[in-house]
């Protein structure tokens, strides 16, 4: 089992950062990789990046490529995702999910999810 729990959305204006958190606990490295997804108001979860535990190798959405990083503290089993120059079309939920294979974009490939954290960017 494991337990995911992020942190660190809010309300933020265009053009600001923020930086979210993903707490993992439990059998973390039983699984490759940590991803991030998010889910807009009246639209499908869709991922915005994943990252390797073990050689820490990346991917991104092409909506968020350049303005967002994705990063990985393995001794605290955290992951996080610094956004900058948000847009107001970044306004979501967004949820960090653990999975087995390598690099995926697709929520098939994650186990388990946490509960999520919004972001709002105000105009």
């Known amino acids: 089992q494991v337990q995911l729990v992020e942190s660190g959305g809010g309300l933020v204006q265009a053009g600001g950062s923020l930086r979210l958190s993903c707490a993992a606990s439990?059998?973390?490295?039983?699984?490759?990789?940590m991803g991030w997804f998010r889910q807009a108001p009246g639209k499908e979860r869709e991922f915005v990046s994943t990252?390797?535990?073990?050689?820490?190798?990346?991917r991104y959405a092409e909506s968020v490529k350049g303005r967002f990083t994705i990063s990985k503290d393995n001794a605290k089993s955290t992951v996080y995702l610094q956004m900058n120059s948000l847009k107001p079309e970044d306004t979501a939920v967004y949820y960090c999910a653990v999975g087995q294979n390598y690099l995926s974009r697709l929520e098939a490939g994650y186990y388990y999810w946490g509960r999520g954290t919004q972001v709002t960017v105000s105009s």
């Open positions: 439990g059998r973390t490295f039983t699984y490759g990789g």
């Open positions: 990252i390797m535990w073990n050689d820490g190798n990346t």
